[in-house]
């Protein structure tokens, strides 16, 4: 069996165990410069897979993140992510790791070798959603099972991988493979591996939630204010999209129980709570559609 490129030695960093902690510190961070221009290669199949995502948000359909050990975790930390930062349903954005709950802090042994258990979890997918497959080696049974089960039901699919020559391609609709070679320590692909798909679903969700209007400018304007810190956050983008104070801003979310659209709608077109839901709905939510519909410069 030929070594795959995340099992490689790094030239590098042979003696880390001999240097000091600044030099240690120094190399890991030489090799983790090279993510960002590694995934820069890859930003054309990285836009065709938001478009994806954003055309199936729209047909009501999931994102479903789907990984062994780290790669699964980092799927469960962007899904985790998705509905206080952009007021989307806990359901729309999930993330599934081979080996369930457990395997989020212990190692479960076998599970990204289980072919049958990967097509079991994939049971959730329909022909609307999204079907995200992250690996760093882009080999693990697992996530075949999930790819064979999403070609089934006829789910879009896409690979997060490190190694091109990663199983996982073979399987799916399109691929995104950032190789950034092997990691400081041999093998542990948590490190400059985990890096990569960190930033690359940090684009997926994200390019996709813009795409489908849970952004104006580059505000997050369906965020939901759980936290002083939030209700702060909230104020401020209503006081700056609406062009008004912080008190006025705090006084509308208040009386709309602190949708933020809806306060910017009320404010900047002078209308009612109810006037201005009735106006985001007929637009689909959209802040930037509304405002335009109402002759508002947005």
């Known amino acids: 069996m030929s070594e795959i490129i995340t099992e490689y030695r790094n030239e590098n960093t042979k003696n880390i165990d001999l240097l000091s902690t600044i030099d240690?510190?120094?190399?890991?961070?030489?090799?983790?410069k090279l993510v960002a221009l590694?995934?820069?290669?890859?930003?054309?199949?990285?836009?065709?897979?938001i478009d994806i995502i954003a055309k199936q948000f729209l047909l009501s359909g999931k994102l479903f993140y789907f990984g062994a050990g780290t790669s699964g975790?980092?799927?469960?930390?962007?899904?985790?992510?998705?509905?206080?930062?952009?007021g989307v349903p806990k359901d729309m954005v999930q993330g599934i790791i081979a080996g369930g709950e457990d395997a989020l802090r212990n190692a479960v042994e076998g599970a990204e070798d289980n072919f049958e258990l990967g097509k079991n979890d994939a049971s959730v997918l329909t022909e609307n959603d999204v079907c995200v497959a992250i690996s760093a080696s882009g080999n693990p049974k697992y996530l075949l099972g999930v790819l064979a089960k999403a070609e089934e039901v006829g789910c879009k699919t896409i690979a997060v991988t490190c190694n091109h020559e990663a199983k996982i391609l073979d399987e799916v609709g399109l691929g995104i493979c950032v190789e950034v070679g092997p990691e400081v320590i041999t093998g542990s692909s948590r490190m400059k591996a985990g890096s990569v798909q960190k930033m690359v679903l940090n684009m997926l969700s994200t390019g996709a939630m813009i795409k489908i209007g849970k952004t104006y400018e580059n505000f997050?304007?369906?965020?939901?204010?759980?936290?002083?810190?939030?209700?702060?956050?909230?104020?401020?983008?209503?006081?700056?999209?609406?062009?008004?104070?912080?008190?006025?801003?705090?006084?509308?979310?208040?009386?709309?129980?602190?949708?933020?659209?809806?306060?910017?709608?009320?404010?900047?077109?002078?209308?009612?709570?109810?006037?201005?839901?009735?106006?985001?709905?007929?637009?689909?939510?959209?802040?930037?559609?509304?405002?335009?519909?109402?002759?508002?410069?947005?």
């Open 24 to 32: 240690i510190v120094r190399k890991i961070n030489e090799e983790d």
């Open 38 to 49: 590694a995934i820069e290669d890859e930003t054309p199949n990285i836009a065709k897979a």
């Open 73 to 86: 975790r980092i799927g469960i930390l962007d899904a985790s992510e998705c509905p206080p930062t952009f």
């Open 220 to 298: 997050m304007i369906d965020l939901m204010p759980t936290n002083e810190k939030l209700k702060d956050r909230a104020i401020r983008i209503v006081s700056e999209i609406a062009g008004v104070n912080n008190s006025k801003a705090f006084q509308t979310l208040m009386e709309c129980n602190w949708e933020v659209k809806t306060a910017i709608v009320m404010l900047v077109c002078e209308m009612s709570k109810e006037d201005a839901k009735e106006s985001l709905r007929r637009n689909c939510g959209v802040l930037r559609r509304t405002l335009k519909a109402l002759f508002v410069d947005a």
